[in-house]
């Protein structure tokens, strides 16, 4: 079956920087686009990155761009999430998702990880 497993979360201070790690299984990596949402707690899944199939098309969240970059290798079936200067405000569990396109709605992913927590202390 499908696999996303997300890893590289934790703590880390305002300013900070972390790496997250998707590796997928059970699918034919090239042929998905990936992206990467975040839910913080009380709070909707918000879209943070995507990155298309070959890593030729690449969109972001006005929220992260400029101090995130989504990239994939598909030899190793892993898609990163270079996250800098971290704030408070993106602490959230974030998820890797395996889609169709990689456009910012949830609807065109198909398989989700189960999230790796990112906590921005102040």
């Known amino acids: 079956q499908v696999q996303l497993v997300e890893s590289g979360g934790g703590l880390v201070q305002a300013g900070g920087s972390l790496r997250l790690s998707c590796a997928a299984s059970?699918?034919?990596?090239?042929?998905?686009?990936m992206g990467w949402f975040r839910q913080a707690p009380g709070k909707e899944r918000e879209f943070v990155a995507a990155?298309?199939?070959?890593?030729?098309?690449?969109n972001y969240a006005d929220s992260v761009k400029g101090r995130s970059t989504i990239s994939r290798d598909n030899a190793k079936n892993t898609v990163y999430l270079q996250m800098n200067s971290l704030k408070p405000e993106d602490t959230a569990v974030y998820y890797c998702?395996?889609?169709?396109?990689?456009?910012?709605?949830?609807?065109?992913?198909?398989?989700w990880g189960q999230g790796t927590q990112v906590t921005v202390s102040s």
């Open positions: 998702a395996a889609g169709t396109s990689p456009y910012y709605g949830s609807v065109y992913y198909h398989y």
């Open positions: 059970g699918l034919t990596f090239r042929s998905y686009a």
């Open positions: 990155i298309s199939r070959s890593g030729d098309s690449i």
